[in-house]
């Protein structure tokens, strides 16, 4: 057996790999048509007959040709590049094989039936089913047109921009300071700017990194109105004054705003005008967003599905006596005087 990080180039061999195979055993579906346990057809291509054939068996349990391919093709496409030659696809028989032995050896000490191995298993199965509810559902490509559409008329605010404005501050102590700060920013040019940021403001000694007129820049924000338009750097009195101030980018408002125990001359640093995306700017998304509805609502049918055939049954006593760690260790007063029953059947 070769050392475990060469068999990991190819074949995965992860504590859930050796539970699943080791829990499920000959129920796999390996041997009987080489699906690899999928249920589905042979990969690559192969015929029934073809995927059917073994290529060798380890212990009593064969590996067909269809399991061999299935490998294959659950690689990406840089590590199958690796299998071209004749040695490399028996490196990779080997591998499975490797597999096969350590699985059968989890097996062999009971290591199927440890908790964590218990858990494993039920969560590739749960991938698994899923995956196959999912391939029944189409591309997002193939969702019908009128379908898309429909969704962008129908959310039409969804896709509608408002105007969002660039604010730059300069933040101070006094409002006295605020005022005086105020008449020179309003006289200075763009780099005359970023010297008062530098002399009066928070970069006060700092030396500048970047273009001085960019200095003192807080984000980009909407209209005050505008759910999506808040920034977590603007407090909303500043919000509201940059779009308060009149003129082009580069314009400093006419009066200094208080906001959070400070004083700050407020600066126009750049906007964006009104937008309304296009339904062939959207359609993308809109189609991305369906097919996720798709897959939610197929979930949830397999889910009630599940429901009806396997009924479900809750111990509530049972559950009250969960303490979560840390939450203190007394026990609810019902619990010592009076046992809770099992319940009548098993939950799923």
């Not at 029944?136 to 559409?149: D, S």
């Not at 408002?253 to 208080?258: A, C, F, I, S, T």
Request: aromatic residues 4%.
């Amino acid at each position: 057996m070769r050392p475990a990080m060469a068999r990991r180039r190819a074949v995965k061999v992860g504590f859930g790999a050796l539970a699943l195979v080791a829990a499920l055993g000959a129920c796999s579906g390996r041997g009987e048509g080489g699906k690899g346990g999928s249920g589905g057809a042979p990969p690559a291509g192969l015929t029934p007959e073809l995927a059917a054939r073994v290529l060798v068996t380890v212990g009593g349990r064969p590996i067909t040709l269809g399991d061999y391919a299935a490998a294959l093709e659950a690689m990406n496409e840089f590590d199958r590049a690796r299998y071209q030659t004749p040695a490399r696809r028996r490196e990779l028989l080997d591998e499975l094989i490797d597999l096969e032995l350590l699985a059968l050896e989890a097996e062999r000490r009971g290591l199927a039936q440890a908790p964590e191995a218990r858990a494993t298993t039920r969560q590739l199965l749960e991938n698994a089913l899923l995956e196959e509810v999912r391939r029944g559902l189409p591309a997002a490509g193939e969702l019908p047109e009128a379908e898309v559409r429909a969704y962008y008329e129908s959310h039409r605010d969804q896709y509608r921009e408002p105007e969002r404005r660039r604010v730059a501050a300069i933040a101070l102590a006094s409002r006295a300071e605020a005022e005086r700060v105020l008449a020179l920013a309003r006289a200075a040019d763009p780099p005359g700017w970023g010297r008062l940021f530098l002399e009066h403001g928070e970069g006060k000694g700092q030396k500048p990194s970047g273009p001085l007129e960019l200095l003192g820049d807080l984000g980009i924000v909407g209209p005050p109105d505008d759910p999506r338009g808040d920034h977590p750097r603007v407090p909303p009195p500043l919000r509201a004054a940059v779009f308060a101030v009149e003129g082009p980018p580069g314009t400093v408002l006419d009066r200094v705003v208080e906001a959070q125990g400070k004083f700050y001359v407020v600066r126009l640093a750049g906007k964006s005008g009104a937008h309304e995306r296009s339904f062939a700017e959207s359609e993308r998304g809109i189609r991305a967003i369906l097919l996720q509805q798709r897959m939610a609502e197929a979930e949830r049918r397999l889910d009630d599905e599940l429901k009806r055939a396997f009924p479900i049954t809750i111990d509530e006593a049972v559950l009250s006596t969960v303490r979560v760690p840390g939450e203190g260790s007394a026990a609810p007063p019902h619990a010592a005087s009076n046992p809770p029953s099992a319940p009548s059947a098993p939950r799923r």
